[in-house]
């Protein structure tokens, strides 16, 4: 069993920068694709970016591309979302999501969520 503790989520202003990070129970977690995933208010889930188990590959929504980083640290069971030049459409709670499935629909393992505001 996994379990995912997002954290780094706040207020920022458009143009700035957050980092969120997803602390994983399990000694699995560094074998599984992990991945971000998006809900604004009234509107439904959307896929952000996943990473690799390795960090060899990585992909993106087309919205935030050249904007948000994936990374992970498997040493500390760790994934990070970097994300620059933030805009209130990035406002949203997000989700890091991992497991044997993993794709831009779904994952097995989810966390609670972190709310991140941008504001214009």
């Known amino acids: 069993q996994v379990q995912l503790v997002e954290s780094g989520g706040g207020l920022a202003q458009a143009g700035g920068s957050l980092r969120l990070s997803c602390a994983a129970s399990?000694?699995?977690?560094?074998?599984?694709?992990t991945g971000w995933f998006r809900q604004a208010p009234g509107k439904e889930r959307e896929f952000v970016a996943a990473i690799s188990w390795n960090g060899g590959s990585t992909n993106y929504a087309d919205s935030v591309k050249g904007r948000f980083t994936i990374s992970r640290d498997n040493a500390k069971n760790t994934v990070y979302l970097q994300m620059n030049s933030l805009k209130p459409e990035d406002t949203a709670v997000y989700y890091c999501a991992g497991g044997r499935y993993m794709t831009t629909a779904g994952a097995d393992y989810w966390g609670q969520g972190t709310q991140v505001t941008v504001s214009s």
């Open positions: 399990g000694r699995t977690f560094s074998s599984y694709t």
